[in-house]
Every structure is written in structure tokens, then in C-alpha cells.
T-cell receptor, first 109, second 112 residues
């Protein structure tokens, strides 16, 4: 059964810093990997989706990479801003997504 | 505006009562999903439906039921058989071969 782990559980950085969030998964036979953002008490917002045949995807200040052989994905956030403060979730699978518990990011002004 | 709506935002029920959570989408997506989120845990899949009149159990389907009579609607009923129903419930939908999922705003259910 697929297991998804996100480390660290929480991260605090000063504004302007570049940062990396990590996601690991146990079953490399995934269809895609998706990164989400969740603000407190809200639903999830899709940030990036990487198909299994792709290595990375970019959207603005966000870049996500996928290494199926090592069972890892990273989300790179450039020039962090206080508005980036949220919980970031990764999920692996296809119809049945398996979610990690998330990394709670705080960007300090 | 295209999107997914869930109503109500907050729902309170007494133990032993069934309750139905609404999920509607106007994105013309084929697949729809229900997840449950508990503090400190990842989202867990309850049910999903790939097409109208068909649905499959997820990891934690016991105590829940769904229907998919229309493409745009996927209501979830939390029955009295669900032992710990208090949670944040999230509905999602997807379309196409990459299955990118889009989420609604969620319903927080409290059962006392």
C-alpha cells in the first residue's frame, strides 16, 4: 500500500528565502504526483501536477520535481513571501490519491 | 464562475442521526471524490465515482454512503453507523487522463 511522507512537519523561514519542501512515497508505480496548498479551515488549492513521465513542472515562483526511482518529489518556492504561509500537501496516485500529512510553512516578515 | 460548491460550511448533528453533505460541480468533470480530514492526519478517501451511476469505495467507506445520479452532483451521507463522524469533509472532482483533482471549500461536521 502506498505511503506518503512529508518532512518536516513544520517550517519557519524569513521572508525572501528560497526553500524546499520534501515528499517521499513508497510505491514508485504512480500515475502522477500533485502538490496542493491548504489555508486554515479551507479546501485544497492545486499548485502543480507532475505526470509519471515528467521530471518537473513550474508555475511562477514554484517548481516541483519528481524522481520516481528514489521515490521523492520536492517543491521549491523561490523568494518566499508572507502570503505563502499555509500547509503544503503532496499526493501520489491516480484516481486514488494517497496524501501526506503536510508541511506547515510560516514565512516571517 | 466554474467551481465546486459544498454546503453547508458548518453542520451540527446529534449522535444517531444520518446527515447528508452536498457537493455540486459545474466544471463538467467526469470523476468526483469524497475525502475526510482529521487533525494531524492526511486526507483519506471515502468514496469516488468515475461516471454517473457508478462509484467505488475508498479506504474508509464504512459508515458512509453516496449516490451519483447526475454528473454534477455527488452527495455523501454520513450514517449513524460511522463511529467517529466529526471531521472536515472535502469533495473534489477531476477530468481527463491526468486526473488532476480540484477541491471544494469543505464542510465541517460536528456530531455530539
Amino acid at each position: 500500500k502506498q505511503e506518503v511522507t512529508q518532512i518536516p512537519a513544520a517550517l519557519s523561514v524569513p521572508e525572501g528565502e528560497n526553500l524546499v519542501l520534501n515528499c517521499s512515497f513508497t510505491d514508485s508505480a504512480i500515475y502522477n504526483l500533485q502538490w496542493f496548498r491548504q489555508d486554515p479551515g479551507k479546501g485544497l488549492t492545486s499548485l502543480l501536477l507532475i505526470q509519471s513521465s515528467q521530471r518537473e513542472q513550474t508555475s511562477g515562483r514554484l517548481n516541483a520535481s519528481l524522481d520516481k526511482s528514489s521515490g521523492r518529489s520536492t517543491l521549491y518556492i523561490a523568494a518566499s513571501q508572507p502570503g505563502d504561509s499555509a500547509t503544503y500537501l503532496c499526493a501520489a496516485g491516480s484516481y486514488q490519491l494517497t496524501f501526506g500529512k503536510g508541511t506547515k510553512l510560516s514565512v516571517i516578515p | 464562475d466554474g467551481g465546486i460548491t459544498q454546503s453547508p460550511k458548518y453542520l451540527f448533528r446529534k449522535e444517531g442521526q444520518n446527515v447528508t453533505l452536498s457537493c455540486e460541480q459545474n466544471l463538467n468533470h467526469d470523476a468526483m471524490y469524497w475525502y475526510r480530514q482529521d487533525p494531524g492526519q492526511g486526507l483519506r478517501l471515502i468514496y469516488y465515482s468515475q461516471i454517473v451511476n457508478d462509484f467505488q469505495k475508498g479506504d474508509i467507506a464504512e459508515g458512509y454512503s453516496v449516490s451519483r445520479e447526475k454528473k454534477e452532483s455527488f452527495p455523501l451521507t454520513v450514517t449513524s453507523a460511522q463511529k467517529n463522524p466529526t471531521a472536515f469533509y472535502l469533495c473534489a472532482s477531476s477530468v481527463g487522463t491526468d486526473h488532476e483533482q480540484y477541491f471544494g471549500p469543505g464542510t465541517r461536521l460536528t456530531v455530539t
